[in-house]
């Protein structure tokens, strides 16, 4: 009996030493990671440079947001001044001024390229809640991140599967692979230039990478962003585009 005793302890030994200790489980780093981007309301300036094998092209957009569900982006300079992005619960609406018409984004239209960038509409759209659609595992823990892996729990999800590197001390993204459900890498994102505003860490630049064209990468600069602004709902109105 004392010998069985022994082994047992000495297994969980042996377990304990194998298995990875992490300070934190991944839901409470999904949790935490969710508290530094999610805001009752954001109105931001930010500046597109897209570069590929054509060249290079900037466009200028203001953002008006509300939760998790209502976006509303109108192009102030640029090839596409005057187009509107309306995210509304979860459709997609475009708006042309030169044809004064309002298109409804479905389908594989979805996975277009928004505004000619390596970001897609899909990108818009998509509910990105981690606990609500992805099931969250620690993959790794060093004295500065934390690497996630997210699993999505339903087909709806553009992206099946995620790997983000997130901060540590301030929990915010530093890096994200964007993947199919084999596995297969998408889409990459790298923030920097982070900034503390009104107690939220967040990156003033971010660079996106779409790896299956390999054509070039999107540059976003945040200029400006006020946070938990009172916003009109009517800005998020189908109606609202046109004017």
Known sequence: MKNLTKKIIAGLIVLSITLPAFS??????AVKYEENTKYDSSISTATLTIKDNLGTSIQKFKSYAAGNTDTLIEIISGPDRGQK?????NSIYLFYPDADQIIRL???ALKE???GSDFSYEDLSDDNSI???YTPKIL?????TFTLLLTATSRKMAYQMQELIIDKQHFYLKS???MSSSGRALRSLENSDIEEIDGYYIPKITVMKDLIKQQGSTTMELDSIELN???NPKTFTKENLSW
Request: charged fraction near 25%; proline fraction near 0%; avoid cysteine.
């Open 24 to 29: 934190l489980t991944a839901e409470e780093v």
């Open 131 to 133: 606990l609500k659609n």
């Open 106 to 108: 479905q389908g594989s």
């Open 176 to 178: 994200a692979t964007l």
């Open 85 to 89: 992005v309306l995210r509304n619960e």
């Open 140 to 144: 790794a823990e060093t004295s500065d």
């Open 229 to 231: 602004t009172k916003i």
């Open 113 to 115: 390229s928004f505004m």
